[in-house]
């Protein structure tokens, strides 16, 4: 098998030219820095990494694989559990191919192939925009808005996907789709959401919002912290429930209980957002100052910078996963239980004491777009969102146990009362992922037509 890759990548470099760099040393730095990934759950050395620097590139790579039956996955931050595949198959990297273009006077931007959610922020930020980002600065972003698009600004911009108007996108012949409302409207639709399982979306043209649709001119969120010990649980959490369920106050963020470097306490620690008149920030928090935490601090934070307190988190290497589902309430008791859980998993596990239990909330719900997509998390302002980190691979089966229990208590057994994330899990019933009357199977016949043997994950297939 391997000779037989070796002798079918040969022809793709004679096709393409010496131009398109393809990395086949396993022991070499180069390979081992482009095979690594946010997480190491489930990664594995694929036969070989191909980097293409222009969309004719990738077109022609793709081709090469769809005649030469190679199997392949793209990839374009690494943030994800999916980039990854054996030695039987070969990863595109979108690494050498990125751009961003921003028209102000159209309020749209045009993403470029692996273009980082940072870069776009920044580049927004430039030129006065924003739009609906998430929490990690090197995700790459058009996976981000394909995948649904969870924002610290949804209730303001709506999600990552319904800031899609187009996009270009090379299908499981090779072939350059243009997808637009006029031309191709029902996979534009599929793409708002589903849009990792359909091709490989080299381009797409997203909406762009003017600083002044934060609130504020300067473009600022007012990003603040507080920190309590973990016996505070309890107090903290009946503070919280009230002040996240008042529409009337733009906050949002993360309840979080983890040990935090370099002390180690565990802790409960909320990491707050305010949006709109940022005076109004400290008092919307007053609950919590009342409380009388061990740390408080706050303050306006460039809306392109909200995330970079959390850069740590999104090192590539070690075992990581988000545990995540969408949920309709906080549950004061059922917190309490995950506190147990979580103390449970440091105890056993000392390697996950980087694990955080985190619950999401937005006190306001998503902005709703004027279309329909396959994205369907529109009811969704609470989310638990645990992020599990360790990293002695003996222990995990056991972390993998004490996350998946914390998600069942909090969302309990009622599937009405919940849903999951497409940008969160592959896993479980697929209904959950994309609710709402018809949806899965309208992407299962979309997902026949475009990708019927599976060459862009067996996702809506099986
Ligand atoms: C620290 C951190 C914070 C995060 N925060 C958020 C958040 O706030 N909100 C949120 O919604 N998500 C969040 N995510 C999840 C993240 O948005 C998704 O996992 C996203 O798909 C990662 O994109 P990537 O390009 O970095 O990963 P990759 O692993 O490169 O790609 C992700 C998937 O998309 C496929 N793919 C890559 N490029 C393309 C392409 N051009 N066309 C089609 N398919 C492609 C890959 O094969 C893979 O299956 C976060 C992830 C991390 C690690």
Redesign the pocket.
């Known amino acids: 098998m391997a000779s037989q890759l070796s002798s079918l990548l040969a022809d793709l470099s004679s096709q393409v030219g010496p131009s398109l760099e393809i990395l086949t040393q396993k022991e070499d730095d180069r390979f081992r820095e482009f095979a690594k990934?946010?997480?190491d759950i489930g990664r594995e050395i694929p036969g070989a990494i191909i980097l293409p620097e222009s969309e004719e590139q990738i077109q022609q790579t793709v081709r090469w694989a769809a005649h030469s039956s190679v199997p392949f996955?793209?990839?374009?931050?690494?943030?994800?559990?999916?980039?990854?595949i054996g030695d039987h198959g070969v990863i595109i990297d979108?690494s050498k191919y990125k751009g961003i273009e921003v028209d102000a006077a159209n309020k749209k931007a045009t993403l470029r192939?692996?273009i980082?959610?940072k870069q776009v922020a920044v580049a927004l930020a430039d030129a006065g925009f924003f739009t609906a980002?998430?929490?990690?600065?090197?995700?790459?972003?058009?996976?981000?808005f394909?995948?649904?698009?969870?924002?610290?600004t949804t209730s303001i911009t709506g999600?990552?996907a319904d800031q899609i108007l187009s996009a270009r996108?090379i299908d499981a012949t090779g072939e350059i789709i243009e997808v637009t409302e006029e031309k191709e409207p029902e996979l534009l639709w599929a793409l708002r959401g589903a849009?990792?399982f359909?091709?490989?979306?080299?381009e797409l043209d997203i909406k762009i919002h003017p600083f002044s649709e934060l609130g504020n001119a300067q473009g600022a969120i007012w990003v603040g912290g507080f920190v309590f010990p973990l016996e505070r649980a309890e107090d903290v959490a009946r503070a919280m429930k009230p002040l996240m369920d008042d529409s009337t106050k733009a906050t949002a963020g993360l309840m979080m209980i983890m040990a935090p470097p370099p002390a180690r306490k565990p802790c409960v620690v909320i990491a707050a957002r305010f949006t709109g008149d940022l005076d109004k920030a400290q008092n919307a928090y007053k609950p919590l100052y009342d409380l009388g935490p061990i740390v408080a601090n706050g303050g306006p934070v460039p809306v392109q910078n909200t995330?970079d307190a959390?850069e740590a988190?999104?090192a590539k290497g070690d075992f990581?996963r988000?545990g995540v589902v969408g949920l309709r309430r906080f549950d004061v008791e059922k917190f309490l239980q995950v506190v147990e859980v979580w103390k449970t998993l440091v105890e056993e596990c000392p390697d996950a004491i980087n694990t955080a239990f985190n619950f999401q909330w937005d006190s306001r719900p998503p902005k709703a777009p004027s279309f329909e997509s396959a994205n369907s998390l529109h009811d969704l302002r609470y989310w638990q969102n645990n992020?599990i980190w360790h990293t002695d691979p003996a222990n995990r089966q056991r972390v993998d146990e004490l996350n998946d229990k914390s998600i069942e208590i909090m969302r309990g057994p009622n599937r009405a009362e919940y849903a999951d994330?497409q940008?969160?899990t592959r896993t479980g019933p697929i209904e959950l992922r994309f609710r709402g009357e018809g949806k899965v199977e309208k992407l299962k016949s979309l997902k026949k037509k475009w990708d019927p043997q599976g060459v862009?994950?067996r996702q809506l297939l099986d």
């Open positions: 990934r946010w997480t996955v793209p990839r374009s931050g690494g943030h994800s559990e999916w980039s990854t979108l192939g692996s980082l959610s980002l998430g929490n990690g600065n090197p995700v790459g972003a058009i996976p981000y394909l995948g649904g698009g969870a924002s610290i999600f990552g996108m849009g990792q359909l091709g490989l979306v080299t995330s959390r988190l999104a990581k988000f992020l994330f940008n969160g862009f994950t």
